[in-house]
Structures are given as C-alpha cells and as structure tokens.
C-alpha cells in the first residue's frame, strides 16, 4: 500500500502540464545561477585578473562567505569580501572591504580595495598608494604572518605607506585575518600535508571545525591581533597626542558642566567659552581626530551586543571610544544635551553656521510649535527603519545611513560626489536660517541618544515657578524649542546650551529675575531713607515710623539641582 506522499506525488505527476512546468522551474534556476555567477564578474571585474584562467565564478555562500572559481569542471579557488568576516572599524570609524582571491594552495592571488572611507588625501596618501600597498598582498600564504614596514623573525615584510599607519595595521589585520578564516574553513593551503580541499555548499552549517588533518581548530572570530599584541593597544600608542587632546577636552567640558551656574552669571564669558569649544569640537574631534559618532555606531554595538561582544572592537578607535564612554556618563548625569550641544561636530558646525548667519543678519524661520512637535517624530521614524534594516543586512543599514551627513561633512571634510555633497551642504545651509534644523528633526543618533537618557539620574536646569506661567521669554530663545509652553524642559530635545540658564539669571530680563531685583532695590532704597531719618530725627523719632510687615518668602524654584 502507497504512503499518502507517494500518492500525492503520483497524481501530480499526471497533472497535465507538470513536466512542461518542471522544465521551466529548471531553465529559472539555472538561468537564476549563472545570472548570480555573472553578476559576480560583472559586480567585481578584478575577479577575472584574480584567476585569469577561470571561467565561472559561483556567487558567495557558506560559511564564511566566498564565492568558488572554476577552470571548466575544475575549482580553482575562491574569492570573498573581506567585511563579510572581518569587520575593524579603520582610521574613519568604519571598516574597509576588500575583495580577496584565493587560490586552491591558500595564496593570495589578488586583492582590492572595493570600498573604504579612509581620509586618505588629508595625509598626502593617494588611492594610487593604497592600491600599490595591498598589491603586496598578492602571492603570500592566507596562513604567512605578516608585517608592515619592519622586520620580524617569522614574518613576511611588505613596505609600509607613511601618513597612513593606522589604515595600513587595520588593512594588515583584516586581509590577513579574513584569508586565514576562509582558507581554514575551506581547508586550503593548511598547514598539515593531509588537508583536503572541500568545496562549502551554499548555506552550510558554519564550519567551526577544521578540514580533516589539519590539526587544532581554531575559534570561530579570529580576536584582531597584528603580530602577538592586540590592534587596539598599537593604535593607542599610535594616537596618543590625540588622546592627550581629547582627554583635556573632556576635563574642560566637565568643569563646565560643573560650574555651569557660575558661566551662566557670565554671559560674556560663557559665549566665549561655548563657541571656543565648538570650534574645538568641529575642528579637532571633527575634522582632525575623526571623532563623529555615528548611528551606525549605535547598531554596531546593539548587534555586537545581541551575538558575539568583543571589546577589540570598540577599543580599536581610542576616539570613539572615549568619546562612547564620557557620554554614555553624561548621558545619565545631564541627558544627552551635552553630547549634541557641545561634543557632536556636525552639530557644532551647523550651531557655528548659525551664528555666522545671524551675524550678517539673515532672517530666520522656525516652525510653529505644532508643526515642530509633529516633526519631531521623523528622527525616530528614520532611527526605526534603520534597526529594522540592520536585523536583515548590516550593510544595507549601513548605506541607509547615509541620511546621517555626517561622512561627507566631517569624516570626508566635504570631499565627495556632488549629490553628497549637495545634501550634506544643503543641510549646513539649512542651518543658518532654521537653527539646527537636522538636529530638531532628522537626526537617528540624536533619537537614539534619548533612549538611554530617560535614565538620567539629576536634573541640573534650573527652572522658575513663573516658567511658562506665563513668563515664555527662555522658551522662544531656546535653541532647539525643547522648552514646552508650560516651562519645562524637555529632556530629550534639549541641547545644554545653557541660554535658558544665561536667562534665569539675567535680573534685567528674566521677569521673576526683574522682580527680585526690584523689590531688593526698594528694600535698599528703605534702607537708605531710614537711616537718612534716624541722622535727621534720631532714634526715638524712627521709632514712631510704622514699619510694613515682611514679605511672604516665595516657594522654592523648580529644577534646581
Ligand atoms: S542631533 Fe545629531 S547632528 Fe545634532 S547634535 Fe545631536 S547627534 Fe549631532
Ligand atoms: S535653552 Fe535651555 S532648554 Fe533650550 S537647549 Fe538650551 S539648555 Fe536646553
């Protein structure tokens, strides 16, 4: 007797019009595969002066991923994208991808830069120079230790690039790291005689075994070393003037943070101090040291989370580093007012831009509250679409990013494609009629920025009771509008510029302020005439005076630290 799928399978056979649709089915699926084997060589020219004698390419899969070379029926090696395995943030906070060909023996036989953001021209360094540094990669062993620009026992040298050590240790781990990881997965050129090459079937377990013979295995993520010490401890000793500068720029901010009450007594000094540090900001930790946070830094950190946490990761940048850690303090003692108002460099730049602007008067325009408030939302809109990206592809996240304008204006210091260019230049110009108008409401880091502030642990604005009842004087100043119409501040839009402060304790301006100061001049003024009158009667004449009784004490102020 027939089992149920057997009969089901019969009587589809017999359906008219099956083998016409099975021969279809067939002809899609191979045409599906050489498209995707084309699209390989068509995507990635180098492939074909990789393995000049190969004639189909099949697409990346496995585990790691690499795309299989072949010479006829003949597989003749692999070729695979670095950032598919190896992802080090280089000197630009992001990772370089380079396209890799390895033959059946382990050898590089090609490599390519295919993607970087590296600022490269601003140290004198030329794509041509960075071409010519990893063509030196072509012909060592996946398995060689290699290093850049000095001689060491047991391993290869290759010469170094001057102006880019950081870019070159970063490119030697993950070309290194990345061949070594799909050479061992696929068993090529191991270093035991008996190694078998296998080909990896498209999305097969990962390989966290080594081909049979071959001895050890190793982990499944290589830690980033380059020779026996961890990158990030020779990116440290490399950057240490900048760490320096850093380091003072973080103890500056902190004192003003600390003492903010005192600068705010001194308007003309605050402003001085303020706009030195913006400068400081877009020039240094901008523009110099590459410091920009970036939203993708957030979902890196998210995913790293989620999977496999290594701290190599995130040390491998000391400026991005200590920049996460300070706001991720100040984020719980002041919100994260403090990295938009004074550590973001593209939020500097346009607050910069600004005052330029109002200094040759051009008019300006902000939006009505509601409309405001309603735009507000886009920049947790764009922080959401963004996540949900990255649960799919990291990379797709990642070039969605680009809302962020951060790259071309700061990493790239506006050297780039004009349609970058005229969206990030756009935004900057934006800026000086719309006062920070990307930050109010475009920005995913600034959205993302306020999710962990809502754990802020001090409230360090001081308020009046009279704020928005109905005094709104600090409201319309306020740079962002994060001041509501009932006087408080909303924490998540507030960008610690300290004007509301300034305010607060201006007593020619803010109207409780004024009153205070009023009623302590009359008070003086009484002073003064009592005593005028107790030279002219004498004591027993002021004693006839009746004196008013003293005023009710007003209530304490809200917000006070
Ligand atoms: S909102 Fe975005 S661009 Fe603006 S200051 Fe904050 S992080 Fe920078
Ligand atoms: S004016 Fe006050 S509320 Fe507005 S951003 Fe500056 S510190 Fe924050």
């Known amino acids: 007797m027939r089992s149920a799928p057997s009969r089901a399978w019969t009587a589809a056979i017999r359906r008219p019009g099956f083998w016409r649709r ?24 180098q492939v074909r002066e990789f393995f000049p004698s190969a004639d189909r390419f099949g697409s990346f899969s496995g585990d790691p991923r690499a795309a299989p070379v072949y010479a006829g029926n003949r597989l003749i090696g692999y070729v695979f994208l670095t950032k598919d395995m190896v992802r080090i943030p280089a000197y630009s906070g992001r990772p370089i991808n380079n396209l890799i060909g ?25 794509e041509a120079d960075l071409k010519r540094f990893v063509d030196q990669y072509t012909g060592k062993n996946a398995f060689d230790k290699i290093s850049v620009g000095g001689v060491r026992e047991g391993h290869v040298t290759i010469d170094a690039i001057s102006g880019a050590t950081i870019t070159m240790m970063v490119e030697n781990a993950t070309i290194t790291g990345s061949a070594r990881r799909v050479a061992e997965s696929r068993g090529l050129g191991m270093p035991a005689k008996t190694a078998t090459p ?11 075994t080594p081909a049979p013979g071959a001895g050890k295995a190793e982990p ?14 020779l990116v440290w000793s490399e950057r240490k003037l900048k ?34 540090f913006m400068v400081y900001t877009v020039v240094f930790i901008g523009w110099y040291a590459l410091g920009q946070l970036s939203v993708v830094n957030v ?44 550590l973001c460099p593209f939020g500097a730049l346009q607050e910069l831009v600004y005052q330029v602007g109002q200094w040759f008067k051009l008019p300006t325009h902000e939006f009505s509250q509601m409309v405001h408030e309603r735009l507000w939302a886009l920049k947790y809109l764009i922080l959401l679409a963004l996540f949900g990206v990255s649960l799919q592809s990291m990379s797709q996240a990642e070039y969605l990013a680009e809302v962020e304008p951060f790259k071309t204006a700061i990493n ?37 920025l306020t999710i962990p502030a809502k754990f802020r642990i001090f409230d360090w604005l001081r308020r009046h009771r009279e704020c928005g009842r109905p005094c709104q004087v600090c409201a319309q100043e306020c740079e962002v509008q994060a001041i509501r119409k009932n006087g408080e501040i909303n924490p998540n839009e507030c960008h610690y510029c300290l004007d509301c402060q300034v305010t607060y304790w201006n007593d020619r301006k803010c109207p409780p302020e004024v009153e205070r100061r009023k009623r302590r001049e ?21 004693e006839q005076v009746a004196v008013p009784p003293p005023k009710r004490r007003d209530p304490p102020d809200r917000g006070s630290a």
């Open 198 to 208: 296998q080909l990896v079937k498209p999305s097969a377990p990962a390989a966290k």
């Open 220 to 233: 499944e993520s290589l830690p980033v070393t380059l020779a026996d010490e961890p990158l990030w401890v």
């Open 102 to 126: 390895l033959d059946m023996a382990g050898r590089i036989v090609g490599a390519a830069i295919v993607e970087h953001e590296e600022p490269i021209l601003q140290a004198g360094v030329s």
């Open 412 to 448: 790239m210091h506006f050297l780039r494609e004009w349609g970058y260019l005229l969206y990030a230049g756009g935004l900057v110009a934006v800026s000086a009629f719309n006062r920070k108008f990307y930050c109010k409401y475009m920005c995913p880091l600034g959205a993302a």
């Open 522 to 542: 009359r008070a003086g003024r009484a002073r003064e005439l009592v005593a005028g009158m107790e030279e002219t009667m004498g004591r027993a004449g002021i």
């Open 22 to 45: 099975l021969a279809l089915a067939g002809l899609l699926l191979c045409a599906a595969g050489h498209a995707a084997a084309s699209d390989l060589a068509e995507r990635y020219p």
């Open 243 to 276: 760490i320096a500068l850093l380091m003072a720029g973080l103890g500056v901010l902190s004192l003003i943070l600390i003492f903010q009450d005192y600068l705010a007594k001194h308007p003309t000094f605050l402003r001085y101090v303020r706009n030195g």
């Open 299 to 342: 979902l890196t950190f998210v995913h790293s989370a989620m999977h496999q946490f290594q701290w190599d990761t995130f040390l491998i940048d000391p400026m991005l580093f200590l920049l996460w850690s300070f706001v991720a303090v100040a984020l719980l003692l002041w919100g994260r007012g403090v990295y938009c108002g004074w």
